[in-house]
């Protein structure tokens, strides 16, 4: 890679670090860039879920005062998320290289619908606990547990949007608040990201370089998004994740 190369997957891996500890879809900054410079599909996906796993630390302990009193639920998730994540990067390993690049776009795709969605589902949640319709203190039970499994199986494979999928799920059948929900979000996200990253190392091709320059801003970013995030536009970033989706669809589809 170039100088040039290297800032803009330095910049990107911050941008992807603050917009994963604040709402997810991190990886659709990173992973067109990732292609932007020359990286194959999969090697670019492995590389950047390697890189963003620091970048999840940082954002879980940014959160760490939230997690006060969650330490049951973030074993039975985090149990969960970690059978998940192992899955879902394993079938990027024995799934060929041409399901991956068919794949790929499709998700992105959803990963963008639900980035639009998230807001709705949002005031959705509100409605329903100020109608009372949501049950008193609960894990969501067993279907809530199987959804967090299956957004580690997605997680561990790809993990565009895998934060706004947990924090719609949790967000509609847990009591406690947006910012503890975000921060188990991050917990979860980190646990995927982080046994699918120990698994590439053994078993893929990554691009190290890469891998370190989206490392670095991503831990910066994750940093700087547990810190001061919440004063982030939401409108803006979500703008932001889907232009540079849609970017990455198109290359996809043209390449």
Same mark, same amino acid.
């Given at each position: ?11 990107? #891996? ?34 950047n879920a390697l890189g963003l796993a620091p970048g999840s630390l940082a954002g879980a302990i940014g959160y760490r005062a939230e997690l006060a009193g ?12 970690? *059978?998940?994540?192992?899955?879902? &990067?394993?079938?990027? *390993? ?16 959803? &990963? ?17 606990? &100020? ?18 499994? +299956?957004?580690?199986?997605?997680? #561990? ?20 608040? +947006? ?16 046994? =699918? ?12 370089? =890469?891998?370190?320059? *989206? ?5 910066? #970013? ?13 409108? &803006? ?19």
């Amino acid at each position: 890679m170039t100088l040039w190369e290297m800032t803009a997957v330095l910049l990107a #891996g911050v941008a992807a670090g603050t917009i994963n500890t604040i709402v997810g879809s991190g990886t659709l900054i990173t992973f067109p860039v990732l292609l932007a410079v020359g990286l194959p599909p999969v090697t670019a996906n492995v590389s950047n879920a390697l890189g963003l796993a620091p970048g999840s630390l940082a954002g879980a302990i940014g959160y760490r005062a939230e997690l006060a009193g969650q330490r049951h639920r973030l074993i039975r998730y985090g149990t969960a998320s970690l *059978i998940g994540g192992l899955t879902g &990067a394993a079938l990027l *390993i024995v799934l060929p290289n041409s399901a991956f690049d068919a794949i790929v776009p499709v998700l992105i795709l959803t &990963a963008l619908v639900l980035v639009v969605l998230q807001p709705r589902v949002a005031r959705a949640m509100a409605a329903r606990r &100020a109608a009372g319709t949501l049950p008193p203190a609960t894990d969501g039970g067993w279907p809530l547990l199987l959804c967090i499994g +299956l957004t580690g199986v997605y997680g #561990g494979y790809f993990g565009a949007a895998q934060g706004v999928l947990l924090l719609a799920l949790m967000g509609m059948l847990l009591p406690e608040g +947006l910012q503890t929900i975000n921060g188990i979000k991050n917990v979860l996200a980190l646990i995927v990201n982080g046994v =699918a990253a120990v698994f590439f190392v053994f078993t893929s091709t990554i691009d190290w370089t =890469a891998a370190l320059l *989206i490392a670095v801003g991503a831990t910066l #970013g994750g940093v700087f998004g547990a810190k001061v995030g919440r004063r982030l536009p939401p409108l &803006a970033l979500r703008a932001l994740i889907v232009v540079v989706g849609l970017v990455a669809v198109t290359k996809l589809l043209l390449s």
